[in-house]
Structures are given as C-alpha cells and as structure tokens.
C-alpha cells in the first residue's frame, strides 16, 4: 500500500476517534479493540491498559479532548502505522495498530512532543 494512502480500517478507527472527541461520548469506543487488546502509550504517564474493560476505562477516566489528522500511513498485512498531529496543537506522533480481523487487537501510541493529549 501507498505511504500516503491510509487503509479503510484505519480511516474508520480515526474517524470514530475523532467523532467521539466531538460528541464527547466514548461509551461504545472500547468496542472497536478485541476483548483481550492492549493499549500503550509511549511519551505519556497513561497506561498500559489490557483488555477492553481496562481500555474503556482509560478513555472513561481520562477522554481526549482534541482530534487529530493522519498525515502519513503505511499498511502490511494486519498493521497500520500512522503520523499523526494533533489539530489544536499540532504536537504530532505515530500510532501502530494490530487488527484482529476487523477488531484492534494492539494500539501504541507514540508522542513526539511535550504537552500531548492522552488516548488515540
């Protein structure tokens, strides 16, 4: 797949994401991670969470408040690593995600700069 092209799946995790950032509603947001997924964070004191319980929880104690915008992707196989910026801010990161079918099975987010949101 293209560096530039973000894959379907990808595209509807960061537009749920960025839909539950508006809304500010994240109740049904841990059902897109398998029941047993793990969630880590990388630049932040946030996590690791495992489980969708635990990752529910994370998003329910600790909600992101800013949406973010992929700038880069690259797919292989069941992974997707995006660059991402934050909107409001414009810190930027990566996120890597492992599917499970049409289910997240692992999230890390990473963080290059200071003053990130939390969960992606």
């Known amino acids: 797949m ?3 092209q973000i894959s379907e799946r990808a595209d ?6 960025n839909h539950c950032v508006r809304s500010g509603d994240w109740t049904d947001f ?3 991670f398998t029941p047993d997924a793990t969630m880590r964070f990388v630049g932040v004191p946030v996590g690791p ?3 969708r319980e635990a990752i529910s ?3 329910a104690s600790q909600p ?3 949406t973010l915008t992929v ?6 196989g069941d992974v997707d690593e995006l ?5 409001g801010s414009r810190d930027t990161g990566t996120m890597t995600l492992r599917w499970s079918r049409d289910l997240i099975a692992e999230l890390t987010v990473s963080f290059n700069s200071p003053g990130a949101d939390t969960p992606a």
């Open 49 to 51: 969470f495992t489980g």
């Open 57 to 59: 929880a994370g998003y």
């Open 30 to 32: 841990a059902g897109r």
């Open 2 to 4: 293209s560096s530039d």
């Open 71 to 76: 700038s880069r992707a690259i797919s292989s």
């Open 83 to 87: 660059w991402f910026a934050w909107d």
């Open 64 to 66: 992101p408040s800013d």
């Open 12 to 17: 509807r995790h960061v537009a749920a994401f």
